[in-house]
């Protein structure tokens, strides 16, 4: 696997001196690794949003007078149905931290490209966390810096209502990302960076995350990024704020703010315990609807940052113009479609997280999405519940987006993933979301990617999907270094749209099926009204 096979060798090397970066408000004392890469885990890129700092967008860190020595990351942001981590370490309310791998030799002169990594998990938690640089740097030669930070989702970080409008700030999850982007344009340099060479890389939320910064203000450009990679872009459910004061109200009433009157619930809900608000911080059904959508809290329309639905900013050309990279995988919703047994229920299924489905959509829905062959250890329309919200969510989007940007002449290179695992597949899972990640970055460094069949069976595969991946940070083209005997990947375009097919041992151009366009020509003409 190229270089990936040689860094558990490397790691029995004797470690150089720890390096040290001064950001002005914190000296941070980071890690030397010995395969040539310095990490630094757990800075602050904002100060902790806790006490009256809830439910606002992020401020600058408080400064740090003695220097502080990284050894950990820092914990990760409260998920939605989590337990309270009364410790604060693996999970805590003070959670906005920024990892940064570099190249050891990596001066402020260097200007080295930018991987800046979104992680994913609905929106309701951070659920790629603590992913490691070391791997993607040592396979492009050192010729990149790697950053990774948590931000806040769930209750925490999409509470909407109007009452956080008059006394406070909606999607502050997407202002804590904003924050980090700004974090990198103010201080990448010290790592080697370069500031004007930041390429955005979501996964699932992440990826549906860059479509918001792509979109942010109606698309206004502000410098923070060249070009941006969307892995298994993520549509939910996106509502107007008008359309979520339920939530706000059942949060609040959970938390012990009920009976409190409008004009302090705020003040209320910032005075609570963590502990309190931990515990308030779980999904429910939508309005009208019996059973708990996938994904409660989600972005909402705030007629600022996120200005309309992304269907319609897309259509209408409001968003930036760079270079993209993005795909999806064969089976995106098998982790999390209902198992379920009749058409009927299907429907009823895709109606808990789309609400404002109509029964002439579901006359459409039931034509497209027949019932399919089996899969083991499911229900008879498992199958077609798990393909019809797998595109609707997530792969017709994907399409979608591109289309949009290769009709403006922006380059775009879309993927399908086919590597199979034989636990999914025995599983009846496919080849599931964002199954790709391990062979992206490694699968050493990925939490829980050893246990992966990326290091065994399909560990061929890991080099050539990394390669095309570092080779787009590095120069906003898949191809140009690309691994050798590796296919060149052709750039999608409006009229064939064609991408890049991996699977192990034969990866290869196709085109969208004809088939796949008829679904999604459904999920995209009904998306607006969906409120995706």
Same mark, same amino acid.
């Given at each position: 696997?190229?270089?990936?096979?040689?860094?558990?060798?490397?790691?029995?090397?004797?470690?150089?001196?720890?390096?040290?970066?001064?950001?002005?408000?914190?000296?941070?004392? /980071?890690?030397?690794?010995?395969? /040539?890469?310095?990490?630094?885990?757990?800075?602050?890129?904002?100060?902790?949003?806790? =006490?009256?700092? @809830?439910? @606002?967008?992020?401020?600058?860190?408080?400064?740090?007078?003695?220097?502080?020595?990284?050894?950990?990351?820092?914990?990760? *942001?409260?998920?939605?149905?989590?337990?309270?981590?009364?410790?604060?370490?693996?999970?805590?309310?003070? *959670?906005?931290?920024?990892?940064?791998?570099?190249?050891?030799?990596?001066?402020?002169?260097?200007?080295?490209?930018?991987?800046?990594?979104?992680?994913?998990?609905?929106?309701?938690?951070?659920?790629?966390?603590?992913?490691?640089?070391?791997?993607?740097?040592?396979?492009?030669?050192?010729?990149?810096?790697?950053?990774?930070?948590?931000?806040?989702?769930?209750?925490?970080?999409?509470?909407?209502?109007?009452?956080?409008?008059?006394?406070?700030?909606?999607?502050?999850?997407?202002?804590?990302?904003?924050?980090?982007?700004?974090?990198?344009?103010? +201080?990448? %340099?010290?790592?080697? /960076?370069?500031?004007? +060479?930041?390429? $955005?890389?979501?996964?699932?939320?992440?990826?549906?995350?860059?479509?918001?910064?792509? %979109?942010?203000?109606?698309?206004?450009?502000?410098?923070?990024?060249?070009?941006?990679?969307?892995?298994?872009?993520?549509?939910?459910?996106?509502?107007?704020?008008?359309?979520?004061?339920?939530?706000?109200?059942?949060?609040?009433?959970?938390? =012990?703010?009920?009976?409190?009157?409008?004009?302090?619930?705020?003040?209320?809900?910032?005075?609570?315990?963590?502990?309190?608000?931990?515990? &308030?911080?779980?999904?429910?059904?939508?309005?009208?609807?019996?059973?708990?959508?996938?994904?409660?809290?989600?972005?909402?329309?705030?007629?600022?940052?996120?200005?309309?639905?992304? !269907?319609?900013?897309?259509?209408?050309?409001?968003?930036?113009?760079?270079?993209?990279?993005?795909?999806?995988?064969?089976?995106?919703?098998?982790?999390? #479609?209902?198992?379920?047994?009749?058409?009927?229920?299907?429907?009823?299924?895709?109606?808990?997280?789309?609400?404002?489905?109509?029964?002439?959509?579901?006359?459409? $829905?039931?034509?497209?999405?027949?019932?399919?062959?089996?899969?083991?250890?499911?229900?008879?329309?498992?199958?077609?519940?798990?393909?019809? !919200?797998?595109?609707?969510?997530?792969? *017709?989007?994907?399409?979608?987006?591109? &289309?949009?940007?290769?009709?403006?002449?922006?380059?775009?290179?879309?993927?399908?993933?086919?590597?199979?695992?034989?636990?999914?597949?025995?599983?009846?899972?496919?080849?599931?979301?964002?199954?790709?990640?391990?062979?992206?970055?490694?699968?050493?460094?990925?939490?829980?990617?050893?246990?992966?069949?990326?290091?065994?069976?399909?560990?061929? $595969?890991?080099?050539?999907?990394?390669? !095309?991946?570092?080779?787009?940070? @590095?120069?906003?083209?898949?191809?140009? +270094? @690309?691994?050798?005997?590796?296919?060149?990947?052709?750039?999608?375009?409006?009229?064939?749209?064609?991408?890049?097919?991996?699977?192990?041992?034969?990866? +290869?151009?196709?085109?969208?099926? #004809?088939?796949?366009?008829?679904?999604?020509?459904?999920?995209?003409?009904?998306?607006?009204? $969906?409120?995706?």
């Amino acid at each position: 696997m190229r270089r990936f096979n040689i860094l558990l060798a490397l790691c029995a090397v004797v470690r150089a001196a720890d390096p040290q970066v001064n950001l002005g408000y914190a000296t941070y004392i /980071g890690e030397a690794l010995p395969a /040539g890469v310095n990490q630094f885990l757990g800075m602050r890129f904002a100060a902790p949003p806790v =006490g009256n700092l @809830r439910w @606002r967008a992020p401020v600058d860190p408080l400064v740090e007078t003695a220097p502080v020595v990284l050894t950990t990351h820092g914990p990760l *942001c409260n998920g939605l149905g989590a337990a309270f981590d009364a410790t604060g370490k693996s999970a805590s309310e003070d *959670c906005l931290f920024i990892d940064v791998y570099a190249p050891s030799g990596a001066t402020e002169s260097s200007n080295l490209p930018v991987w800046f990594f979104i992680q994913g998990g609905g929106y309701i938690q951070n659920s790629n966390a603590n992913y490691n640089g070391t791997g993607v740097i040592v396979e492009s030669d050192s010729n990149m810096v790697v950053v990774n930070f948590n931000y806040r989702v769930g209750a925490f970080g999409f509470l909407a209502s109007e009452r956080v409008v008059k006394d406070g700030t909606l999607n502050v999850g997407l202002l804590d990302q904003r924050k980090a982007l700004e974090w990198v344009q103010q +201080h990448i %340099t010290k790592f080697g /960076g370069n500031p004007k +060479h930041v390429v $955005i890389h979501g996964a699932s939320a992440g990826g549906g995350s860059v479509t918001h910064h792509l %979109t942010a203000f109606g698309g206004r450009n502000d410098g923070l990024f060249v070009g941006a990679i969307g892995e298994s872009v993520f549509w939910p459910r996106e509502s107007p704020v008008s359309q979520l004061e339920f939530q706000f109200d059942l949060f609040a009433g959970a938390a =012990g703010c009920a009976n409190t009157t409008t004009e302090t619930q705020m003040a209320c809900l910032r005075a609570q315990n963590s502990s309190t608000l931990v515990a &308030a911080n779980i999904a429910h059904p939508f309005q009208g609807r019996s059973t708990n959508p996938d994904f409660f809290y989600t972005p909402t329309i705030d007629g600022d940052f996120v200005r309309a639905e992304l !269907y319609t900013l897309f259509e209408q050309g409001q968003f930036i113009h760079v270079p993209l990279l993005f795909g999806d995988d064969d089976d995106e919703g098998t982790d999390f #479609a209902a198992n379920v047994s009749t058409a009927a229920e299907m429907i009823s299924f895709l109606t808990d997280n789309y609400p404002q489905l109509t029964s002439s959509d579901d006359a459409q $829905i039931t034509r497209l999405y027949p019932l399919l062959a089996p899969l083991p250890n499911h229900a008879p329309f498992f199958p077609s519940a798990a393909a019809a !919200y797998g595109e609707a969510t997530f792969t *017709c989007p994907s399409n979608f987006i591109g &289309a949009k940007l290769s009709a403006v002449k922006q380059p775009v290179w879309s993927y399908r993933f086919s590597v199979v695992q034989a636990n999914n597949q025995a599983a009846g899972l496919g080849v599931p979301h964002t199954s790709e990640v391990p062979a992206i970055f490694g699968p050493a460094f990925v939490p829980g990617g050893t246990s992966t069949t990326f290091a065994t069976t399909n560990a061929p $595969i890991v080099p050539i999907m990394s390669n !095309y991946f570092i080779s787009f940070v @590095r120069s906003l083209n898949p191809n140009t +270094h @690309r691994l050798d005997g590796t296919p060149e990947w052709v750039e999608f375009d409006s009229g064939g749209e064609r991408r890049l097919q991996f699977v192990l041992n034969d990866t +290869h151009v196709e085109s969208v099926p #004809a088939d796949e366009s008829e679904r999604c020509a459904f999920w995209n003409e009904v998306g607006v009204r $969906i409120e995706q």
